[in-house]
């Protein structure tokens, strides 16, 4: 083990049915440091959690923790907790009716009678001497959300954790709870505790640690101290850079000619949603392609769930061919001529247990009302066409449609909302885990749908494919709309830079 | 994002599969194979159980008699119930668990409309029709209440009908003041018994009715499609533009017409009422005919026709046992033990192992016999 280190995770290997979530993964923690574990969704940065408490079984690689000699064998949670590893998910998991004090000594009371009095004040000390604002005999669910945070923190601490996981802990909280735990994380430091800190926001990233692990498909990219990694550098690591023989989709076309005449198809102001999106301007012609490009988490789907009723839409007003709608409800969206596409293909989109046929017609069918089914007939001719015209592979179209492959699942989707002839389309990450083949497929027809005048907006994680599809690009962070590049500033260099922002 | 190794195979039916290995798989096996084993079962042990004669009923007219007969007609308030509650199950993957009670509302409303509130009435004070109307809109109301409860505030299926599985036998009796009113007029009782020159019990009609409706709402309007799809994934529905919470309701009102028709012809058959007694756990038999007929009771795909058949085996498994003169004391130990049998062999695992090994239904059906 390396000096100093109270953590050492070395080649970790874990493969699911036909997927590798980790490769030969390293990860090194110190004694008295804050280490940012970063990626981007499907990074591995959960999943290497999961192996170091035991979760999941690895199927390759040692883990060293200070004061064991050889490796460590982690096959529970409970394991993990007995070697000083301690977790604080995203979601707390305590008790929201039991008292501070109970929460903090659940699970760990021997035998069957309870010294409530010992209790208190045992927890009371370490409340005191963490600085946490919160009585042991108070319940735990009239604390704020912060508080009850940093309750599940300092039954970690108690637990005497050498090692301190927290996973998302800042996604609920608001600016000044986001500081008193930063303080309480500094403290834990001084005190030489290791942390591991997992978390989108990259300002906090800056704000509070000294070292930064970037994951990516599985795979480590690097270690990195934290003032030898500029922000632009970070996410540029994150999203990496995919070299590939694609052509140069955009060129082929020549779409972008159009794209900037006539009057805006839709056009929004001020819009917001109850997803917690800073209110926000858009706009986009007939034949247009653009994007909302930006971190996980920036509020780019947020941002066309908004236009197309998906969420509940707090303000703003919107224009269709520059008429005044009103967009309350995805219907609503639908016979205005808008297509969404939606970014979380399995839980939003496809319906599983139904055929691909069904799935083809089902919008379509929703738009033309409840007496007035699609014949059978009609719809194997929909679907027949469709599964021949995108190349979808499916046995039939009798198929349930959660049998077919990721990306043949995404074309159907497409079908479904190509049969309604939209007006414009909202693509919502479209190419995510499908091959890169049906991704080039995809990326064109978009395009082939943009020379025929449809007007579409792309989003999706990789730039490359971003900077192939679109003429114009609204880059998000925060859940703000901070930028909007065309023309010569689409590149990867300004779009990174303006994602990052900050010390430009 | 992850590095897909390879694609899940899509299940492509194999040439070479026999004959047998498909129909496993088929949904209907199970309740046809149900059935079967009851016909053969009978037509071993007493082949006489299939005899059909005519007789002559106690108003004198010659109406057909027979065990047969006696399953078609006793399993139509149980078939009406099933399909409202495969419709049920599949848009809110639950069961409504009131479905007795509230057909002891829709009896206690529709006798208390002919009777005009009287105790006994020797003439119907009120048209037939209008007086089954009423009770459809009762308890439509009532099944509006149980899918709000389950759609809109979003309750466990089994609890929100809970309420009324506890209080509609009261309600019922509410309804008449705690009487027990009595309906001598001929006509009352002709939907729960035989049309004048008509041999085939009235309820069989009535139940062929109701099929050929839903057969046609199926055929017809998307109900079919919607109840599927908001069972299997609601937020996909809501993204398609559909309202799951509309959806899920809307399926209870269905639910709630169901009960009014079952609960007609029950009170039709004896012209009166025991709050306490009338159709008591029949809501189990229609879950249960529900699972029978091979639907998942977590909804989603369903198969009406399922459920229907699901609904006369049940029946035809009833009268099997009276027949035997199993004294009604024990028919419930006799029903579950043939009960227990066939879901084991309509799960999934079991079928998957049936397609597999070929002699396993054999044995089953020895098990069964």
């Given at each position: 083990?390396?000096?100093g280190a109270?953590l050492?995770?070395?080649?970790i ?7 590798r ?5 390293d990860f090194?923690l110190?004694k ?5 574990l ?15 408490t ?33 977790t604080?998910?995203?979601e707390?998991?305590l008790?929201?009716?039991l008292?501070?004090a ?6 760990r009371?021997k035998?069957?009678v309870t010294n ?6 045992g927890?009371?000390?370490?409340l005191?001497?963490?600085g946490?604002?919160a ?21 970690a601490v ?52 000294d070292r930064i692990?970037v ?14 990694l ?15 023989d694609?052509?140069d989709i955009?060129g ?12 805006p ?6 819009l ?9 301007d858009f706009s986009i012609r007939?034949?247009?392609v653009?994007?909302?490009?930006g971190l996980l ?7 066309v769930?908004?236009i ?5 839409v ?10 005044e709608v009103?967009i309350?409800?995805?219907?609503d ?7 969404y596409?939606?970014?979380?293909r399995?839980?939003?989109?496809i319906v599983?247990?139904?055929?691909v ?10 738009m033309k ?5 699609i014949?059978r007939a009609?719809a194997e001719a929909?679907?027949?066409?469709y599964?021949?015209?995108?190349e979808?592979?499916t046995?039939s179209?009798?198929t349930?449609?959660?049998s077919?492959?990721g990306?043949?699942q ?7 909302w ?10 919502d ?5 499908i091959?890169?083949?049906t ?8 395009l082939?749908l ?12 990789e ?18 709309a901070v930028?909007?590049l065309?023309g010569?500033?689409?590149t990867q260099t300004k ?9 430009e | 994002?992850?590095t897909p190794?390879?694609?899940?195979e ?5 040439p070479?599969?026999?004959?047998f ?7 209907l ?10 016909v053969?079962f ?14 002559e009923?106690?108003?004198?007219n010659?109406?057909?008699s ?6 078609l ?8 119930l ?7 199950t599949?848009s ?8 007795g ?10 006798l208390?409309?002919v009777?005009?509130?009287?105790v ?11 007086a ?9 109301l009532f099944g509006?209440f ?5 759609a ?8 929100a009908?809970l309420i009324m599985?506890?209080?509609?036998r009261s ?12 309906m001598?007029?001929i ?11 008509i ?18 709402a199926?055929?017809f309007t998307?109900?079919?499609?919607y109840?599927?799809?908001?069972g299997?994934?609601?937020?996909s529905s809501?993204l398609n ?7 899920k309701l809307?399926?209870y009102?269905i639910?709630?017409v ?8 029950r009170?039709?058959r ?13 809501e189990?038999?229609a879950?249960?005919?529900?699972a ?6 977590s909804g989603?795909k369903?198969?009406?026709?399922g ?5 006369y085996?049940?029946q ?7 027949k035997y ?15 227990i049998?066939l ?5 999934p ?8 090994m ?12």
């Open positions: 083990m390396q000096e109270v050492e995770m070395r080649g290997c874990k493969y699911f049915p036909g997927v979530a980790l490769q030969d993964v090194t110190r008295g440091e804050i280490h940012a970063m990626g981007e969704n499907g990074a591995g940065k959960s999943t290497l959690i999961k192996v170091l035991g979760v999941y079984p690895k199927d390759g690689g040692e883990v060293h923790i200070e004061g064991v000699d050889g490796p460590a064998v982690i096959r529970s949670p409970q394991d993990a907790q007995n070697a000083g590893i301690s604080v998910y995203q707390i998991t008790c929201p009716n008292s501070v109970e929460n903090m000594y659940i699970g009371t035998g069957a409530w009095r010992k209790m208190n004040s927890a009371g000390k370490i005191e001497s963490l946490i604002p009585s042991p005999t108070q319940q735990l669910g009239t604390c704020s959300i912060a508080v009850q945070q940093m309750v599940a923190i300092a039954r108690d637990m005497e954790c050498k090692v301190l996981i927290l996973d998302e802990p800042t996604s609920s909280l608001d600016e000044q709870e986001v500081q008193k735990l930063f303080g309480l994380m500094r403290d834990l430091r001084a005190k030489g505790v290791g942390i591991i800190f997992v978390t989108h926001f990259l300002e906090q990233v800056y704000e509070v640690c692990t994951l990516r498909d599985g795979q480590l990219v690097g270690e990195y101290v934290i003032e030898a500029p922000r632009v550098q970070l996410v540029s690591k994150m999203l990496g850079k995919e070299l590939d694609m052509a955009k082929e076309s020549g779409g972008e000619a159009i794209s900037r005449e006539g009057a198809v839709l056009e929004a102001q001020g917001c949603s109850s997803a917690g999106i800073k209110p926000f007939r034949g247009e653009n994007g909302f490009t988490g920036s509020g780019r789907s947020e941002c769930r908004a197309f009723g998906a969420d509940h707090t303000g703003g007003t919107v224009k269709m061919d520059g008429k009103k309350k409800k995805p219907l969206a639908m016979k205005l001529g808008i297509g596409l939606p970014e979380d399995k839980g939003d989109g599983g247990d139904l055929s046929r069904e799935n083809i017609i089902l919008a379509y069918q929703v009302g409840f007496f007035r089914p014949s009609q929909f679907a027949d066409n599964i021949k015209l995108l979808i592979k046995a179209a009798d349930p449609i959660k077919l492959s990306g043949n995404q074309k159907c989707i497409l079908a479904r190509l049969l309604t002839d939209p007006k414009y389309l909202i693509l990450e479209p190419t995510r885990g091959d890169i083949g991704k080039i497929e995809i990326q064109k027809l978009v082939r943009a020379e025929k005048g449809t007007s579409a907006t792309f989003i999706s994680s730039i490359d494919e971003m900077l192939r599809t679109c003429s114009r690009l609204i880059v998000m962070r925060d859940r703000k930028g909007e065309s010569e500033d689409l779009i990174m830079a303006t994602i990052a922002g900050g010390d | 994002m992850m190794v390879k694609n899940p899509t299940k492509l039916k194999q070479g599969e026999s004959l290995k498909r129909l496993v798989r088929q949904q096996f199970i309740p046809f194979a149900a059935l079967a084993l009851l053969l009978n037509l071993i042990a007493d082949p006489s159980f299939f005899a059909v004669s005519i007789k009923n106690s108003l004198g010659p109406v057909l027979g065990n047969i007969i006696s399953v007609d006793n399993a139509s308030e149980l078939v009406i099933a399909i409202g509650m495969t419709l049920v599949a809110s993957g639950g069961q409504d668990i009131s479905v009670a509230t057909m002891a509302i829709a009896g206690s409303v529709i208390r409309m009777c005009g509130g009287q006994t009435a020797d003439t119907l004070q009120m048209p037939l029709l209008l089954v109307l009423i009770g459809i809109v009762v308890t439509a509006a149980n899918g709000a409860l389950v809109y505030f979003k309750i466990q299926p089994m609890v009908t599985f506890t209080a509609g309600i019922a009796a509410w309804i008449n003041n705690n009487q027990l009113p009595i001598n007029d006509s009352f009782k002709y939907a729960g018994t035989f049309l004048p020159g041999p085939v019990p009235t309820p069989v009609f009535i139940t062929a009715f109701v099929i050929l409706l839903f057969w046609l199926l055929k998307t109900l079919g499609l109840t599927q799809s908001v299997i994934n609601a937020n809501r533009g559909l309202d799951p919470k509309l959806i809307l399926t009102v639910l709630g169901c009960v009014a028709v079952a609960g007609f012809i009170v039709s004896s012209g009166s009422i025991n709050y306490s007694r009338i159709a008591e756990n029949i189990m038999d879950i249960l005919a529900v029978l007929g091979g639907n998942a009771l989603g369903f198969n009406i026709y459920s229907i058949l699901g609904a085996v049940i035809f498994l009833t009268t099997t046992l009276y003169e199993v004294p009604s004391t024990a028919l419930p130990a006799y029903k579950a033990v043939v009960v049998l879901v084991v062999l309509s799960a695992v079991v079928r998957e192992k049936l397609s597999s070929k002699k396993a239904p054999v044995k089953a059906a020895k098990e069964v016999s």
